[in-house]
């Protein structure tokens, strides 16, 4: 079992900055890949963000985030992060930590999801 709990969500203007960090806990966190993903208000789905694979070398990202947001693992103090820059009102969405201990799924794949924590961008 991995628990995460995101934090870091607010309310920002376009153009902005916020950094979401996810606190992970539960047996061989290290053993997982972990990823963000995030629910725009009035979506059912999930889509995905970006996602760091177990050691941190490899990081994967939606077109629509590329160049802007950026993905980072501390695996000493079990925490990843999401980096957020140039923030759009299309950003606005509530963000979900996951984590799979597939990591040739882990853009696709979450076995253990935090609750989310809201991202609200302002124009």
């Known amino acids: 079992q991995v628990h995460l709990e995101e934090s870091g969500g607010r309310l920002v203007q376009a153009g902005g900055s916020l950094r979401l960090a996810c606190a992970a806990s539960?047996?061989?966190?290290?053993?997982?890949?972990l990823a963000w993903h995030r629910r725009p208000p009035g979506t059912p789905e999930r889509e995905f963000v970006a996602?760091?694979?177990?050691?941190?070398?490899?990081?994967y990202y939606a077109d629509s985030v590329k160049g802007r947001f950026t993905i980072s693992r501390d695996n000493a103090e079990n925490m990843v992060y999401l980096q957020m820059a140039n923030l759009k009102p299309e950003d606005t969405a509530k963000y979900y930590c996951?984590?799979?201990?597939?990591?040739?799924?882990?853009?696709?794949?979450?076995?253990?999801w935090g609750q989310g924590t809201q991202v609200t961008v302002s124009s």
């Open positions: 996602a760091i694979s177990r050691s941190g070398s490899r990081t």
């Open positions: 996951a984590a799979t201990p597939f990591e040739d799924q882990m853009t696709t794949r979450g076995d253990y």
């Open positions: 539960g047996r061989s966190v290290g053993a997982h890949a």
